[in-house]
T-cell receptor, first 111, second 117 residues
Framework: GENVEQHPSTLSVQEGDSAVIKCTYSDSASNYFPWYKQELGKRPQLIIDIRSNVGEKKDQRIAVTLNKTAKHFSLHITETQPEDSAVYFCAAPDPGYALNFGKGTSLLVTP | GAGVSQSPSNKVTEKGKDVELRCDPISGHTALYWYRQSLGQGLEFLIYFQGNSAPDKSGLPSDRFSAERTGGSVSTLTIQRTQQEDSAVYLC???????????????FGEGSRLTVL
């Protein structure tokens, strides 16, 4: 099945700085790469996704880039705010039906 | 409420007991997933339902775990003879997409926290 590796496991930035989280995947046939945000004690929620026919997608302060040749994709958060503090998960679909998640990055934004 | 509902939110049980966890998906969502999240870990896939069928059970960790879905709606995850390593948060997610996880957003419930003493 699909193997998704995510780095770093923890990330601390100052408010206003940028944060970058990187993921690699193993199945070259994967074509959908979502990112989920999980605030403490809450449910994971989709924040942005990208399909393999594009290389970059932006939504306000959040962007995702995809390099299919290298089989990696990244989440970029600019002008970070304390409310961005959460655990972020990348994911890629298994050849079956599962969505396989990375182990998560705990992001802390300090004022 | 229009979201995915799970019950119980918390369950404490003794080793060896059976537990049932319930998921009520968003109305009209044909796809339903169960995931397990252990402390500090990622989301571990358990099982996928399309309607009442489970074409992908590959993530169930042992034969102590089973799940069913009736009427294309409510799903129950059953863990028999619970072990301490079963302690985790069990998350349910539903999706309107019928083609598996590569086709759209998963809407998660708040989870059922299971503690096995």
């Amino acid at each position: 099945g699909e193997n998704v590796e995510q780095h770093p496991s923890t990330l601390s930035v100052q408010e206003g700085d940028s944060a970058v989280i990187k993921c690699t995947y193993s199945d070259s046939a994967s074509n959908y790469f979502p990112w989920y945000k999980q605030e403490l004690g809450k449910r994971p929620q989709l924040i942005i996704d990208i399909r393999s026919n594009v290389g970059e997608k932006k939504d306000q302060r959040i962007a995702v880039t995809l390099n299919k040749t290298a089989k990696h994709f990244s989440l970029h958060i600019t002008e970070t705010q304390p409310e961005d503090s959460a655990v972020y998960f990348c994911a890629a679909p298994d050849p079956g039906y599962a969505l396989n998640f990375g182990k998560g990055t705990s992001l802390l934004v300090t004022p | 409420g229009a979201g995915v509902s799970q019950s119980p939110s918390n369950k404490v049980t003794e080793k060896g007991k059976d537990v049932e966890l319930r998921c009520d998906p968003i109305s009209g969502h044909t796809a339903l997933y169960w995931y397990r999240q252990s402390l500090g870990q990622g989301l571990e896939f358990l099982i996928y339902f399309q309607g009442n069928s489970a074409p992908d059970k590959s993530g169930l960790p042992s034969d102590r775990f089973s799940a069913e879905r009736t009427g294309g709606s409510v799903s129950t995850l059953t863990i028999q003879r619970t072990q301490q390593e079963d302690s985790a948060v069990y998350l349910c997610a539903s999706s309107p997409s019928a083609g598996g996880a590569g086709t759209g957003e998963l809407f998660f419930g708040e989870g059922s926290r299971l503690t096995v003493l």
